[in-house]
């Protein structure tokens, strides 16, 4: 079943955000595209996707009780890679292996981030940990502190599920698309070591329907 998130998402103009986001939101969401934009981070369809499935995770899991923690799901899933605004862009579209210099200085982009989003005001100190923390692996592999498990704030553990699954359902220059099914049964294969089985577990009730747009299941989602 091919993940119906490879519908093109791009920025807010699919029905999709539509139908999950309030208007307020996605005047938001474009604001901070055009921020992003502005930074040379330009929306290819990837960070809208995240966005959205962080939100959905978050939503199966409890974690959107308050405007400000849904607010929070949002902000984070979207611009939890601003930092690559910092990183040269020979580095980031290297085809080939990275050099061990060049790994570092990717693997400098959650710190930049949240610095970077730091300077948007208001923003809530949750989506700053979620920006720093989003590379962080559950068994303390990860980066830029090596954190392990519940040490990893709960946003991060959850954003980490939604832009790997992205990631592996979509074609690169290397690989076509994953399926869905095998998105869900890699990040099952590997939950407890690099990701949060909670997280893993949340993603893997969903039922998506490759039929149609609508089987992106938020059927509540929507707040008024
Ligand atoms: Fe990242």
Known sequence: MKSVFRVELS???HPLAHRVLTPEEIEEVEQLLGWMASLGVHDDGHLPRVMLLTLALCRRLNMLETSTERRAA???GLLHDIGKALVSQDILNK???LSIEERIVIER???LGMRLASNLQGIEPEVLDAILHHHEAYGGEGYPYGLVGL???RLARVLSVADVYDAL???RPYRTAWTHQEAVKHLQDHAGRLFDPVAVWALSLFNFDPSSAEGFDLPEEKVS
């Open 95 to 97: 085809p080939g292996p």
């Open 109 to 111: 982009h959650p710190e």
């Open 169 to 171: 359902t979509s074609d």
């Open 11 to 13: 920025s807010t103009k």
């Open 151 to 153: 040490q990893i704030p």
């Open 74 to 76: 949002l902000r984070a």
